[in-house]
């Protein structure tokens, strides 16, 4: 089995920063994307930015240019770093991982349990 655990979300004002980081630990092979979602509340979830094992990056319109998605492969971990925050980037932030076990060595898609990010105006 594979865990998700994310981490540094909080409240912070117009035009702060944040970073989040979501660490991966179980039977893991390897991982191949990893990604970052975004939920505010009555509203569907949506793609915030996703990295490959290899490094390539895609990110959602409304955040290019103020986040930036890395991972560190060797602790499992990816990372979001979000600058410039407006109060319409206020939602619970998930991240998901599509990872290798090492037990079946097949590919299963894993999401975190979400961290709330709140951006006051």
């Known amino acids: 089995q594979v865990q998700l655990v994310e981490s540094g979300g909080g409240l912070v004002q117009a035009g702060g920063s944040l970073r989040l980081s979501c660490a991966a630990s179980?039977?893991?092979?390897?991982?191949?994307?990893m990604g970052w979602y975004r939920q505010a509340p009555g509203k569907q979830r949506d793609l915030v930015a996703v990295?490959?094992?290899?490094?390539?990056?895609t990110y959602a319109d409304s955040v290019k240019g103020r986040f930036t998605i890395s991972r560190d492969n060797a602790k499992n971990t990816v990372f979001l770093q979000m600058n410039s925050l407006k109060p319409e980037d206020t939602a619970v932030y998930y991240c998901?991982?599509?990872?290798?076990?090492?037990?079946?060595?097949?590919?299963?898609?894993?999401w975190g349990q979400g961290t709330q990010v709140t951006v006051s105006s």
């Open positions: 998901n991982a599509r990872v290798v076990t090492a037990t079946w060595r097949s590919e299963y898609l894993n």
């Open positions: 179980g039977s893991i092979f390897s991982i191949n994307a």
């Open positions: 990295i490959t094992s290899g490094g390539s990056t």
